[in-house]
């Protein structure tokens, strides 16, 4: 996308002018709007052709899809950012354990792509169940030091691979569920 300026000839009837002009957008989604006030927009003054400049472009895909996400119970461009930092995970190792394109994970932060449903789930359970990581994807190679308090979890994981153990979900959930309790301080509260 080229740079807009004022008197640039419209793309698309080809005889109008491109002038910049101020509006407000407004856009809808799923019975709810949302407005952009006083917009920068170039308007061919013979058609109806509008064009926004690169940089407003940019930042309105963001907001509109955390504004869908947010409709649609999904984690926004700056929940799934700051997850991933907590991990201590960059951008190749986020989408190497989630399976995606080295592109998409900076394009879900950025709001150019909206992550699935499934996606979802896995950032939030990440969220809660950091050592998750180093069980389904140990070959990424997150130092353990990664995961304060998670060390016994992982030192577990890493015997049962050497004899090809795959652990089943439901062993691994309890496992870490009930590290995630010492870490909240309640380990008494367990009643073990
Ligand atoms: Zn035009």
């Known amino acids: 996308m080229s740079v807009l300026k004022n008197g640039d000839i419209c793309p698309v009837c080809e005889k109008g002018k491109l002038k910049e002009i101020r509006k407000d957008l407004i856009f809808r989604y ?34 509109l899809t955390d504004f869908r996400r947010n409709i649609n119970g999904l984690l926004l461009s700056d929940q799934l950012k700051s997850i991933r930092k907590s991990l201590g995970f960059n951008i190749k190792q986020m989408a190497k354990f989630l399976s995606v394109n080295d592109k998409t994970v900076g394009r879900y932060e950025n709001g150019k792509v909206t992550q699935s449903a499934h996606i979802d789930k896995l950032y939030r359970i990440l969220q809660v169940f950091p050592s998750v990581a180093s069980i389904l994807r140990p070959d990424i190679g997150i130092p353990i030091s990664s ?26 959930y309890n496992f870490i569920a009930d590290d995630y309790l010492d870490l909240k301080g309640s380990k008494n509260a367990t009643g073990c």
């Open 30 to 63: 799923k019975n709810s709007s949302k407005k952009f006030e006083n917009e920068n927009v170039f308007a061919c003054d013979v058609c109806d052709y509008e064009a926004l400049p690169q940089e407003t472009n940019k930042r309105i895909i963001k907001e």
């Open 147 to 172: 995961f304060k308090g998670h060390v016994i979890l992982s030192e577990h994981v890493t015997l049962r691979e050497n004899d090809n153990y795959i652990p089943e979900p439901v062993s691994a």
